[in-house]
């Protein structure tokens, strides 16, 4: 869905080095134009930590990700999963003998489309949030009856230099 930070709803610039891990149509990591892919072991744990917004107990974590089997399988299958991670250069967690969670400034996607969605429906969104970005406009394809009315939205087609400043309220 999204390629780069670029992408982000809102063009979040803030950290541009910071990594950022995306949610859909993934999961995977860029850290600036680079994109690392999350070995298949990983994923799950990757997800798992990256939809929570503080730490979590290793414990649960391995008991919810690996429920079959004894507790100390799982926590073994969690080692492995963080090992995979660190073997492939993805530094995005930070673990210790209790816990682990996210490092400090690394992105979620999901977390930014919260942000994102919120500022809207409380009509506190900037130009910013309301700008298409050029590289994700074609997403608009996958929606019924937009194909015809591209142009008029689009700065790149010729169209409006950006949607309207003011959301359309919700009925």
Not at 120 to 137: C, N, P, Y
Request: with cysteine; aromatic share 8%.
């Amino acid at each position: 869905m999204y390629t780069n930070q670029d992408d982000l709803p809102g063009g979040y610039h803030a950290h541009s080095d910071a990594p950022v891990i995306h949610l859909f149509a993934g999961p995977y990591v860029t850290v600036g134009a680079q994109r690392q892919e999350v070995p298949e072991g990983s994923k799950q744990l990757l997800a798992f930590v990256a939809l929570r917004r503080r730490r979590v107990e290793r414990r649960q974590a391995a008991g919810t990700l690996w429920p079959f089997g004894n507790e100390e399988r799982a926590s073994g299958n969690l080692r492995s999963a963080l090992w995979r991670l660190r073997r492939a250069g993805i530094n995005v967690l930070i673990a210790d003998n209790g816990s682990l969670g996210l490092r400090a400034h690394v992105i979620v996607d999901l977390h930014l489309i919260d942000q994102w969605a919120t500022r809207l429906i409380q009509g506190t969104a900037s130009g910013r949030d309301l700008v298409i970005s050029s590289s994700v406009f074609d997403a608009l394809d996958l929606l019924p009856g937009t194909r015809a009315n591209k142009a008029a939205y689009s700065p790149c087609f010729g169209g409006a230099e950006h949607v309207p400043n003011r959301p359309r309220p919700l009925r």
